[in-house]
Nanobody, 124 residues
Framework: QVQLVESGGGLVQPGGSLRLSCAAPRTTLNNYAVGWFRQAPGKGREGVSFISSTNAVSDYADSVAGRFTISRDIAKDTVYLQMNNLKPEDTAVYYC?????????????????WGQGTQVTVSS
């Protein structure tokens, strides 16, 4: 069973920054493509950013492009989501997910394993 653990969420003012982390204590996350998704109250799960297992390719939703950066630390076997210039509409529970198949999956059903989520609240 692959366990994903997210951390780094919290409360931040508009314009502020947070860095989310995704780790897998009992497996090698470097072998997986990783995606970050978010879900706001009353809304569906939205893909935010994705990175391939080789670090060669990444992608972003239009709503976060230019503000969020996804990265992978090979040595630490951890994937990060740096979120800058946060807006109230970024408020959601953020989930990381891992996919063993596919170059750069972008849809939730393409992912095999999910974390429990971390809350991000952007409010003044």
């Amino acid at each position: 069973q692959v366990q994903l653990v997210e951390s780094g969420g919290g409360l931040v003012q508009p314009g502020g920054s947070l860095r989310l982390s995704c780790a897998a204590p009992r497996t090698t996350l470097n072998n997986y493509a990783v995606g970050w998704f978010r879900q706001a109250p009353g809304k569906g799960r939205e893909g935010v950013s994705f990175i391939s297992s080789t670090n060669a390719v990444s992608d972003y939703a239009d709503s976060v492009a230019g503000r969020f950066t996804i990265s992978r630390d090979i040595a630490k076997d951890t994937v990060y989501l740096q979120m800058n210039n946060l807006k109230p509409e970024d408020t959601a529970v953020y989930y990381c997910a891992a996919a063993l198949r596919g170059w750069l999956p972008r849809r939730p059903h393409e992912y095999d394993h999910w974390g429990q989520g971390t809350q991000v609240t952007v409010s003044s």
